[in-house]
């Protein structure tokens, strides 16, 4: 996410001052604690003066002491953050295989001297999982991104960023969503949201939109903009347009539905991720319309059907041959003809089966109540 805010790189430990008791020969060495803040206050604009005047703490001690310990904690956590933000760079230019090196070397700075994970640095590895999960998220790698998604949301030890959170929830949501696990999609684009949220991250708006995406995809009949945490986003310039595409969804309205798309093209298809689901929005909204296009007919003309969904007869074609193979309609394409013939003693016979088998569990449990009875 190139967007993505650096201030989740905090310290996750206060610095201490150091004490002297009333009667300790000792003073405290003005220059070495000097050096140490001067050094802590380049941190966050130059990290790589900072490091070389952390170096001058060590030098400046001898003999090792608080201040050295200190200034070390402070070189390594600069060091991390360096070379966290180089593996974002590559991420945002692609560069998967010099990212994989650097996550390597971030691993390896998290783990304990038997080679496994340290989860007393939880924070920092959920750090390195999130960057490493938008890159098997940029990758569709769902095998690997599914088991690291897993693990991530195991780490108990860590007090994460809720940005952290936002985009290891985003990338779960998105492998949920390809698989075609709507309801997990839809829970985890929430989660998303809502960490996006506290944290003022403008990637807020466009996991709802994926929110959105999600909440058709699953069929819900519940408007994703009722809860309360939406609400306010409901109007928002950027998302009104996914706010009109639910509610045509959701009455099916086809030719409303197209309208949305075409008018809003830039802030809807500009999406890659909601570009590549689009389709089958489109495919399902169809199917509704059609199913209720054919319901009075025994045969119908797959031309007129063609204008009703404002598609070509090939395309009108391919839904057909999906729907039939799926069994949301019974009949057969004369293409010959261009005639969709309608098998209604099939689907009958189907209810009548139905009928049946519901009728002897009632004679069943009937005769079963009886003998209990007597």
């Not at 996410?1 to 003073?27: G, I, T, V």
């Not at 405290?28 to 941190?43: H, I, R, W």
């Not at 170096?55 to 400046?60: G, Y």
């Not at 003022?200 to 699953?218: D, I």
């Amino acid at each position: 996410m190139s967007d993505m805010e650096d201030d989740f790189m905090c310290d996750d430990e206060e610095d201490y001052d150091l004490e002297y008791s009333e009667d300790s020969n000792s003073e405290p060495n003005v220059d070495l604690e000097n050096q140490y803040y001067n050094s802590k206050a380049l941190k966050e604009d130059d990290p790589k003066a900072a490091l070389s005047s952390f170096q001058k703490v060590l030098e400046l001690e001898g003999e090792k002491g608080e201040w050295g310990f200190k200034a070390l904690k402070q070189m390594i956590k600069i060091n991390f953050k360096l070379v966290y933000f180089l593996g974002k760079l590559y991420l945002e230019r692609e560069e998967y295989g010099k990212l994989q090196k650097i996550l390597r070397q971030l691993h390896q700075s998290c783990q304990t001297d038997d080679g496994e994970d340290d989860l007393k640095k939880g924070t920092q590895l959920l750090e390195i999982y999130a960057l490493e999960i938008q890159m098997y998220t940029a990758q569709k790698n769902n095998k690997k991104l599914k088991a690291l998604y897993e693990q991530s949301l195991h780490i108990k030890s860590a007090i994460p960023h809720p940005l952290i959170m936002g985009v290891i929830r985003e990338c779960g949501g998105k492998m949920h969503l390809r698989e075609g696990e709507f309801e997990k999609a839809h829970t985890d684009f929430f989660e998303a949201f809502k960490n996006y949220d506290e944290s003022g991250s403008p990637r807020r708006t466009t996991c709802l939109k994926y929110l959105v995406l999600a909440n058709m995809l699953m069929k819900s009949g519940i408007n994703p903009f009722d809860s309360q945490e939406a609400k306010p986003y409901k109007n928002d310039p950027e998302i009104l347009a996914m706010t009109n595409l639910v509610s045509a969804y959701q009455n099916n309205d086809i030719t409303e539905f197209e309208k949305i798309l075409k008018t809003n093209h830039s802030n809807i298809m500009d999406d890659p991720f909601i570009r590549e689901h689009i389709e089958e929005l489109l495919r399902n909204i169809r199917t509704q319309v059609l199913i209720k296009l054919i319901k009075p007919y025994t045969r119908i003309h797959i031309p007129f059907i063609s204008k009703e969904l404002n598609i070509d007869v090939c395309d009108v074609e391919s839904l057909l041959v999906q729907c039939i193979l799926d069994n949301t309609i019974h009949g057969r394409i004369d293409q010959v003809n261009q005639l969709l013939e309608l098998d209604y003693q099939k689907r009958g016979g189907a209810r009548y089966t139905a009928l049946d088998k519901w009728t002897n569990q009632l004679n069943s449990l009937n005769q079963a109540i009886v003998s209990k009875l007597t």
